[in-house]
């Protein structure tokens, strides 16, 4: 055995040279021409995405229309003024929507982000083709009659499913069927709102769990194709047009952080309302087929205290934009709204959570307006509607451009961003978890939403190999070899066997000599002999662990010999245990703290 010092052949092996043999496969991005195809693809997906979006508002309707007027109708009707009970009809409806997801599909309960989720995760991406079918019926039926929900949650899981039924038909990797799935959920949001930019916010900060082209692409072609769709329908876009604005201040800027502040203490509220309504319901000892009719009955009761606080509630949104609500009439519907909707969630009803939350912003900004700096009427709910939204979602980006697209006005997004921004922040710090993420930990999945690049893509061999290697010599023989790895003072189970020149033929290790014994070679074989003509997997000090991590997996091996791309020599060894090095320098960094100025 013999110790080879690499240190000085590792520094002239072309270290900082870029262009050598393997720089030209390196690039920003890893994304290839298959992108084309999958963009290809979303179309048709968005295409179906619009049809499932625009066919769910008409559901709806006639929802409504059926529930509380007795007409098959796709007139847009409101519910309030219906001739019938207001509590009695949502009852009904909760009944209906226990018993489709009793024998139906139990996925359609809830508001369909942490289902899609757990798909993407858990799932392969695979939805079932019920889900497509009963997850709009169901949310047609709940909101229709008078359920306290929105329809984004449901078509982003009925254009989820949509988007995965195409994929399953297709011979398409787990990634690409996780993009189409998200694209489909991209288009259906686009459909129903007009907010193709927040659609894609909402991939990238929610869905997609990563940053690249590759899934990037198809879903920004779907949200666009989408939202080009929409309009061949006549459907409106900005829904809420919002002129207003405010100047900008010391003061101000202080109102918007306030203004963030207060909604992300409303988002805990909130996420703690639902979640603990849905403890209550865990405790019954009833069949959860049953919860609904009483989470419907509690709506109910709400609706004769606050018609208002019944269905979608676009007319409050519109109301409170144009600053005709009055304080004692937001402050009542921000309350009553807030029950009915955390225990119909609760009780597993099928229905959204986005557009129930900008209502419940915006009334709380209602009631703040008096006491903050003038600013346009509408101003202040907008910004509590959004900062609401960005904080309960975790999505900040999303909530801003949402709002900013909802309204038509970009003259709002520095407010905009700075009380999403700050609404964020407050809700990182006190939950651990989201709305939408709280039902997944639940199921007893954890999952992370942040998003780093792979230290393994910016970390090279040569830093973290080992440069002073042990090595044996190809003129020991099998029993010398089979003598030495059997030595209780040999440090290690693998070792580079070299010539003369250092130049490798083969790696030895435990398993390797009893092959050769079985095999029936004679014990004075040298270990040159018994490498002649093997296959030799090396590593180069110049390449990206990435690469190595993906080639140590594919070989099956713990060790690679490092040798030099010039002259083939050996200059280091590299193993699992130095990866993760990696791993324990990145820990320094975050935990390590270092002044550079003004440290003695």
């Known amino acids: 055995m013999s110790v080879i010092s690499t240190k000085s052949s590792a520094s002239a092996d072309n270290a900082s040279k870029i262009g050598d043999k393997a720089s030209h496969l390196l690039s920003d991005f890893t994304t290839d021409p298959r992108v084309v195809v999958i963009s290809a693809i979303a179309v048709f997906v968005a295409g179906a995405g619009v049809l499932a979006g625009a066919g769910l508002l008409q559901l709806i309707k006639l929802a409504t229309n059926i529930a509380y007027f007795g007409r098959f109708s796709f ?19 909760a009944l209906i929507i226990g018993l489709m997801a009793r024998f139906g599909s139990e996925k359609i309960r809830g508001h ?79 459909t129903v709102f007009g907010t193709p930019i927040a659609a894609i916010m909402l991939a990238v900060e929610l869905l997609l769990f990563e940053w ?29 047009p919002f002129t ?84 004692k009439a937001a402050l009542l519907l921000l309350v009553v709204k807030a029950v009915i909707w955390s225990v119909a969630l609760g009780s597993g009803t099928s229905g959204g959570v986005l557009a129930p939350l900008l209502i419940m912003g915006g009334a709380m900004g209602t009631v703040l307006s008096g006491y903050l700096p003038a600013a346009s009427p509408g101003f202040w709910a907008l910004l509590a509607m959004a900062a609401t939204m960005g904080g309960t979602m975790r999505s900040p980006l999303t909530a801003t451009f949402f709002a900013v697209e909802l309204t038509g006005n970009t003259h709002v997004l520095l407010p905009l961003i700075a009380a999403c921004g700050t609404a964020h922040g407050v809700t990182v710090l006190l939950m651990r978890r989201s709305i939408l993420t709280e039902k997944v930990a639940r199921r007893g999945h954890h999952l992370v939403r ?19 290697v042990e090595t044996v010599s190809d003129t020991m023989t099998l029993h010398g070899a089979a003598a030495f790895l059997t030595n209780p003072k040999t440090g290690h189970p693998s070792f580079p066997v070299v010539d003369a020149n250092h130049h490798v033929l083969g790696v030895i290790d435990p398993p390797s000599v009893l092959r050769w014994r079985r095999a029936g070679k004679h014990r004075t074989t040298t270990l040159s002999q018994l490498l002649a003509g093997s296959k030799i ?64």
Not at 559 to 570: A, E, F, G, K, T
Not at 581 to 595: D, I, M, P
Request: hydrophobic share 50%; charged share 15%; glycine share 12%.
């Open 75 to 93: 007139a847009d009707l409101k519910l309030q003024d219906s001739p019938l009970g207001l509590w009695t009809v949502p009852v009904a409806g």
């Open 112 to 190: 369909g982000i942490p289902e899609a989720i757990e798909a993407i995760l858990l799932g392969r991406s695979r939805l079932d083709p019920k889900v497509a079918i009963l997850k709009p019926l169901s949310s047609a039926v709940s909101i229709g009659t008078g359920g306290p929900f929105g329809a984004e949650g449901p078509i982003i899981m009925t254009g989820g499913a949509i988007g995965s039924l195409i994929a399953q038909m297709l011979p398409v990797t787990d990634n690409e069927r996780k993009t189409l799935l998200v694209a489909g959920a991209a288009a259906g949001m686009t």
């Open 212 to 240: 690249t082209p590759r899934s990037f692409i198809p879903v920004t072609v779907a949200a666009v194709v989408a939202a080009v769709g929409r309009t061949f329908l006549h459907m409106p876009a900005p829904l809420f």
């Open 244 to 327: 207003g604005g405010v100047d900008i201040s010391v003061l101000q800027l202080g109102a918007w952080m306030l203004i963030g502040i207060l909604s992300g203490l409303l988002s805990g509220v909130l996420t703690q309302l639902v979640y603990g309504c849905e403890d209550i319901f865990l405790k019954l000892p009833i069949h959860w087929m049953w919860w609904p009719l009483m989470g419907g009955l509690v709506v109910g009761l709400g609706g004769l205290i606050e018609p208002q606080a019944l269905g979608v509630g676009y007319d409050n949104l519109a109301a409170m934009l144009s600053g005709e609500v009055v304080l």
């Open 450 to 468: 942040e998003y780093r690049v792979d230290p393994f893509a910016l970390t090279r061999v040569r830093d973290v190999m080992t440069k002073a």
């Open 537 to 600: 997997t090396v590593a180069y000090p110049d390449e990206y662990l990435d690469r190595l991590a993906d080639r140590l997996m594919q070989v099956n091996v713990s060790h690679l010999p490092v040798i030099s791309r010039d002259d083939q020599r050996l200059v280091g060894y590299i193993g699992w245990k130095d990866l993760m090095r990696v791993r324990a320098r990145l820990q320094a960094e975050e935990t390590q703290k270092t002044a550079f100025f003004g440290a003695r």
